[in-house]
């Protein structure tokens, strides 16, 4: 089970409902409004262990862009210094092939040699990097000229890294392709060309694209969510525990009897909420159920919206719990 973590920000605005409205255009719930930032964890996962992380050249140098290697190392190891990884680079490549479209891997008493020699936990090896700019254009409808310049990229790499547990060295192949464009429209074809980067420019930023991109898929990300809490009156405790970021205090407030049913279902839908930024799924998932228990059994129109955006909550909360 991934354990989720959560983040919240204290931004509460008290907004009408958009889950429901009645026939005569009334809204019949209201709702407290927030955001939470959702770290969902990487996808590429190393041992928790793991922290010094060597970036390791061993392409064959492009003639067109022979720093291009040196562009992508350090795209990601930049990338990396915004987390928990300590990323240090080793720009000589390892590579004595002489083919740019050869691959010649490291082999496991390489990679643990390199371990040893620079004290680091895991290798990201740069293994081939292939980088085609190309340009093409025509003349529109409108008189002008359209130009596009495209940049192709083809990475491969390699992840070494020791268990924790054995010792035994653990292997990983990543590949990566994309592509990036520029545009650009002018009254003629000259100076619509013109507006474009230069080849060697382009080609520079996709080799730092690519970089880039390995470094998010080693790293956690993050997604700010709407969550919405039912407003069961302005003396309620709960929601002003919540405003404090008292979560606890506030799912016990909300854990207390309440004058009637429905109020019962929406104070257990607001616990789901903080049980969630209490970084408990589970429980959040549960009060979901109890709430749901409730509603089943009221009759309203609006009883059954409001059960409907509950099971939903459900569901999202079942995919993190995954």
Same mark, same amino acid.
């Given at each position: 089970?991934?354990?989720t973590?959560? /983040?919240?920000r204290?931004?509460?605005? &008290? +907004?009408? !409902?958009?889950?429901? @409205? ?11 409004? %927030?955001? /939470? ?19 390791? $050249? $061993? ?13 992508? @190392?350090?795209? +990601? ?17 390892? $590579? ?8 010649? &891997? ?5 990679a ?12 990201l090896?740069? $293994? ?6 190309? %340009?093409e254009?025509?003349?529109?409808d409108? =008189? #002008? ?6 940049? /192709?990229? +083809? !990475? ?13 060295l ?50 956690? #990300?993050?997604? %700010? ?9 302005? =003396? =309620?405790?709960?929601?002003? *525990? ?23 279902? *929406? ?6 909420? +903080?049980?969630?930024? @209490?970084?408990?799924?589970?429980? !959040? ?9 409730? @509603? ?18 459900? %569901? ?7």
């Amino acid at each position: 089970m991934a354990n989720t973590q959560l /983040i919240t920000r204290c931004r509460h605005l &008290l +907004a009408t !409902a958009l889950l429901l @409205l009645s026939g005569a255009g009334v809204v019949c719930a209201q709702q407290w409004h %927030t955001t /939470i930032e959702l770290s969902h964890p990487a996808e590429i996962s190393l041992p928790l262990e793991v922290s010094d992380l060597l970036l390791v $050249n $061993n392409t064959v140098a492009h003639p067109d862009l022979p720093t291009g290697a040196f562009y992508t @190392l350090m795209a +990601a190891a930049e990338t990396l210094e915004g987390s928990d990884y300590l990323p240090s680079v080793l720009e000589t490549s390892q $590579n004595t092939s002489g083919s740019l479209y050869r691959k010649q &891997l490291l082999s496991n008493t390489q990679a643990d040699s390199l371990l040893t020699l620079y004290q680091s936990q895991a290798l990201l090896v740069l $293994n081939q990097l292939i980088v085609h700019p190309s %340009t093409e254009g025509f003349p529109t409808d409108n =008189d #002008t000229y359209y130009a596009c310049m495209q940049a /192709i990229a +083809a !990475a491969h790499w390699t992840l070494f890294f020791r268990s924790n547990e054995s010792g035994a060295l653990h292997t990983r192949t990543l590949m990566y392709a994309d592509t990036l464009y520029w545009e650009s429209e002018a009254l003629s074809q000259s100076a619509a060309v013109e507006a474009l980067p230069d080849a060697d420019i382009a080609s520079s930023e996709m080799c730092v694209y690519v970089g880039e991109h390995m470094a998010q898929r080693l790293m956690p #990300t993050m997604e %700010t969510a709407d969550r919405y809490l039912y407003d069961l009156g302005k =003396d =309620d405790p709960g929601m002003q *525990y919540f405003a404090r970021k008292q979560w606890q205090q506030a799912i016990d407030a909300w854990s207390q009897p309440q004058r009637n049913a429905r109020l019962t279902a *929406y104070a257990m839908a607001n616990c789901a909420v +903080a049980y969630e930024i @209490l970084g408990d799924p589970g429980a !959040a998932y549960a009060a979901c159920g109890s709430a749901l228990s409730v @509603l089943d059994n009221l009759r309203s129109a609006d009883d059954r919206q409001q059960a409907v955006n509950i099971r939903y909550y459900q %569901t999202q909360l079942r995919k993190r719990m995954e």
